[in-house]
């Protein structure tokens, strides 16, 4: 290394064995734009002796090439490794590295200052024991600023570092110093932070870094340094209950079958009574497996296998945890959520939740409210934005095992996947699981769908019209009615229009308004499905995450997605009701292939083309496949 431990020249055993035993703190830096988070970091790994000497000297290199300081080392270049970063001069995404000290390990995690990639900052405070918040001296309290302490907050970070950083620009001014501390003081009490450490520094020069600066003889309080090496990593985890994730069933043959996994909180040992969440199974620990051996008690932070006395019914997902102290299950939550996609998150819209190594389908309720980080007021929202944060209801399509995030980051914290992109869109904290979630069940009936479409002599089943304004998909679908009628099935007809004046007549035409218009003629539609009927659906329904949502919804093998092609020029050349033209003048906002997206289906199960086949045949077509029965194969 350039400036490397005695000790490694001296006894490299002794330096590795002090390093094992040494303690990590986890560390994230966070701020505005140009607040200095990578030049800190980058001085804290040289004052630490952790660049070698290749690096410093592509360091210098990089520093007279494309530095921002006159030809003298640019620290910030050790963290900024994407070319688009250092043209920029900002990070955008998360640099983690190591160094240490006599002391201590460190992890550090660079995030993001700029707003657009706030999502890359809550990734890297997610696993943070500290968080070190840098102000520029001449510009103060930002609303960055404000934002990451909001998140700090939300995510449980107990220690901060108030960074106060290039004080040498405003001439070390005491005055200065303690007019950005009172101000982000009365901030950080409204958001909970009850306690931070302020520190006076200029990360470029090295001031108050790991050795006190003379140019602040005001500041009584610790360097930097100091304070990161005596801050306490809690133990509190392992004096909490029991948790595990189950993350593999390891069977490696007949005679093993254990449950591996990393243990979130508490302590496990063999005779312990644990109890398989969601399903409420119970056993006891037989073994505790490791690849240096069994055993005799395991704590939080280990990987592990755990072995039971019986053979019970345990997938990847569920939740080890002590009988006695078991967590909560329920599929209906309160939740504060971070919105982390350029597209805004749509209440309704299917996404896919995970927690731990447990994936659900979810839904996102509209916003209880969201939160202005400058004033803390809560604000009245219809959606969420990118890097918004409001608290929502989320509905989950099957029951989970959790704990509060505030109680247990693991057990409570998640985040939301697009389905169809497989984009993160979304983090949230779980707050507690609503009362209709515990007390509203499902009812078993005597009388179930199997024998009400016994009783008609029909297979019950979902027949879904998709397609532009003026495709001709009421017009099929009411001869397909007509012609399953005459056969004598028994049908009904959800018509997009017609709904829209009753059950749907409080909804517009937005992104929004047409996805909870889907769910609830999906969620009718299953009821009909219920009762035996064969249900026709005439809807532009125009997002796919919507359709599947309604295929999953009633179910693989009773949905049929019927696809009525027309091309955009010929539905706006028939225009029976004028919509386009309309649209075309700018009188009819959100119109469906004018100034608002229509997704085709991938793979539906029939397509029309409408070019080359009548109404007529087209629904001869569909009425031969339902009455002969549904064969994909055909």
């Known amino acids: 290394m350039a400036h490397q431990s005695d000790l490694i020249a001296q006894d490299i055993d002794a330096y590795l064995k002090a390093h094992e035993v040494k303690s990590l703190l986890r560390f994230l830096t966070c701020g505005s734009v140009d607040d200095g988070k990578s030049t800190l970091i980058g001085r804290l790994l040289y004052d630490s002796k952790m660049i070698f000497e290749d690096q410093l000297a592509a360091l210098e290199a990089d520093s007279k090439k494309v530095g921002t ?5 640019d620290f910030a270049l050790l963290v900024d490794g994407l070319a688009a970063e250092r043209e920029q001069g900002i990070t955008i995404d998360v640099a983690y590295r190591f160094f240490a000290t006599d002391k201590r390990k460190f992890i550090v995690a660079d995030t993001p200052g700029h707003e657009q990639y706030t999502r890359n900052m809550v990734t890297g405070a997610s696993t943070a024991d500290a968080a070190v918040i840098l102000i520029d001296a001449r510009r103060g309290v930002l609303t960055q600023t404000r934002r990451h302490s909001y998140l700090v907050s939300l995510l449980g970070i107990r220690h901060v570092v ?8 405003v001439d070390w001014s005491k005055d200065r110093f303690d007019e950005i501390l009172a101000e982000y003081r009365g901030f950080a009490e409204q958001i909970g932070i009850k306690d931070f450490t302020a520190i006076p520094m200029s990360a470029l020069r090295g001031d108050n870094i790991t050795e006190p600066s003379p140019n602040s003889p005001w500041h009584q309080g610790p360097t930097l340094m100091s304070h990161l090496e005596t801050i306490e990593v809690e133990d509190y985890l392992r004096a909490d209950p029991f948790r595990m994730p189950v993350q593999w069933v390891n069977r490696p043959n007949l005679d093993f079958r254990g449950f591996s996994g990393f243990v979130a909180s508490g302590s496990v040992a063999p005779g312990d009574r644990l109890k398989v969440l969601p399903s409420g199974r119970e056993s006891t620990v037989a073994r505790i497996v490791t690849q240096d051996g069994d055993l005799p008690r395991a704590v939080a932070g280990q ?20 009988a006695e102290a078991a967590p909560a299950v329920a599929d209906q939550f309160e939740a504060t959520l971070v919105w982390m996609d350029d597209d805004a998150m749509l ?13 659900v389908g979810a839904s996102v309720s509209e916003p209880k409210w969201k939160v202005n980080v400058n004033t803390m007021e809560h604000l009245a929202a219809k959606r969420l934005e990118l890097n918004e944060i409001g608290v929502c209801n989320l509905s ?12 247990n980051h693991d057990l409570g914290g998640f985040i939301l ?15 507690f699981a609503l009362r209709r979630s515990q007390n509203i069940h499902w009812q078993a009936l ?10 008609k002599s029909q297979q019950a089943r979902v027949v879904w019209f998709t397609g532009l304004s003026g495709a001709g998909k009421s017009t099929i679908a009411d001869l397909v009615e007509k012609r399953l009628h005459a056969n004598g099935r028994h049908t009904y007809l959800l018509d997009g229009d017609n709904v829209r004046h009753g059950l749907n007549k409080d909804l517009g035409f937005t992104d929004a308004d047409r996805v909870e218009n889907i769910r609830r003629v999906a969620e009718i539609a299953r009821l009909m499905v219920d009762a035996g009927l064969i249900v026709l659906v005439s809807f532009i329904s125009p997002f796919r995450a919507e359709r599947r949502m309604a295929r999953e919804l009633v179910g693989e093998s009773e949905f049929m997605e019927v696809f009525v092609d027309t091309p955009l020029a010929l539905a706006e050349e028939r225009d029976v009701k004028g919509l386009y033209k309309k649209a075309r003048a700018g009188e009819l906002k959100n119109f469906t292939g004018i100034d608002s ?3 085709p289906p991938e793979n539906p199960e029939i397509r029309i083309d409408t070019t080359a086949m009548t109404p007529e045949e087209a629904a001869e077509f569909i009425a031969f496949r339902l009455d002969g029965g549904f064969d994909p194969g055909i």
């Open 303 to 322: 990987s592990i296998t755990i072995t039971l006395a019986d053979e019970i019914d345990v997938s990847r997902g569920d939740i080890l945890a002590h």
């Open 417 to 431: 996947v697009d389905r169809l992109s497989n984009r993160t869109v979304g983090a949230g904290m779980l707050h």
């Open 347 to 359: 209440p309704g819209r299917p996404y896919l939740m995970k927690l731990g190594a447990r994936t």
């Open 597 to 599: 997206p229509y997704e």
């Open 162 to 169: 108030l960074a106060i950083n290039k004080m040498d620009l």
């Open 69 to 73: 300081q006159g030809g003298e080392i």
């Open 396 to 407: 989950l399509d099957a029951p989970i095992a959790f704990d509060p995030y505030s109680e």
């Open 446 to 455: 005597s009388v179930d769908k199997a024998a009400r479409a016994s009783q």
